[in-house]
């Protein structure tokens, strides 16, 4: 016993120890060709693989680090609309639903809006985030993004909105649909202002967000294969009863479709937009 004791079970306790203080986020898979990629040198091509080119979802955060000068910027208070206003449950709560995503995501919402410096120009930036139940629209993402808007006009900045959405949050019912002609008036609020108003479609764009903000930009920008498109190719292939075109509502279908005016990839994403801002706000080139 004591050779069991002494020896044996220490052992098989450091062996367990040891592989519980192992990180489980050290590699990442490629969701399109499968390779394994180490995290940190995953993260360092802000997430698109070296390999096959797809680019993952990332988040708000990633996405601001990314965009303004040296990562700095401000956050910008958004409203807080009451939540669960229709008490609504299907297998679970809503209220339950939300809480768990806070939780998840550490943020209020499926929105966030910062402000800051993008080569010459002051930019407000909105992001909407994938990973905070699919990106749905419902009233706390409509007032996010009236309020950047806002805030656009009131800074007399340019307004960049990043969209990643399933569409609208089915748990607002009619609440959520009413956030499609808000956003369509807080755009034209910036264009009447005068300033540009660009929209750049990630991976996935669909539903009530394409059939609002998502595709009203003076210049219309997508990732490489982002999904755009108002109902999933399934659903339209259920109803027509045909097949679709290799690629269909994919941003190289729409691009040569007259859809959208450009794609541009991940990596050439800062420098593309500080060029198109600098022209749109009539920047002086540098030399």
């Not at 995503?101 to 800051?116: E, F, H, L, P, S």
């Not at 992001?127 to 656009?152: C, E, K, T, Y």
């Not at 108003?197 to 997508?222: N, W």
């Amino acid at each position: 016993m004591n050779w069991i004791t002494n020896y044996v079970r220490p052992k098989i306790r450091a062996v367990l120890e040891k592989k519980k203080d192992t990180p489980d986020n050290l590699w990442h898979k490629c969701l399109d060709c499968g390779q394994l990629l180490y995290m940190k040198d995953f993260l360092e091509v802000q997430s698109v693989c070296p390999h096959c080119g797809f680019h993952s979802r990332i988040g708000p955060k990633i996405r601001f680090k990314n965009l303004f000068n040296d990562g700095q910027y401000d956050l910008i208070d958004l409203p807080a609309p009451k939540d669960d206003p229709l008490k609504f449950k299907d297998q679970k709560r809503y209220i339950d639903r939300l809480k768990t995503a806070r939780t998840t995501n550490d943020v209020k919402d499926a929105i966030t809006v910062a402000y800051g410096q993008m080569g010459p120009v002051n930019i407000t930036i909105a992001v909407q985030n994938f990973l905070f139940m699919g990106g749905s629209m419902g009233m706390a993402v409509g007032d996010g993004i009236i309020a950047a808007a806002r805030h656009a006009v009131a800074q007399k900045s340019p307004l960049l909105i990043f969209t990643a959405a399933g569409g609208a949050r089915m748990q607002e019912g009619i609440l959520s649909l009413m956030q499609m002609p808000r956003t369509t008036v807080a755009v034209e609020m910036v264009k009447d202002a005068g300033l540009p108003y660009v929209v750049v479609l990630t991976d996935p764009t669909t539903g009530g967000v394409t059939a609002s903000f998502a595709m009203l930009g003076d210049i219309q920008i997508a990732e490489p294969n982002a999904l755009i498109c108002f109902a999933g190719p399934r659903v339209i292939k259920d109803t027509i009863h045909e097949e679709l075109p290799q690629g269909f509502q994919r941003s190289e279908y729409l691009f040569e479709h007259g859809m959208i005016d450009m794609i541009v990839h991940r990596h050439d994403l800062r420098a593309t937009l500080i060029q198109l801002f600098g022209l749109l706000m009539k920047q002086p080139r540098a030399a």
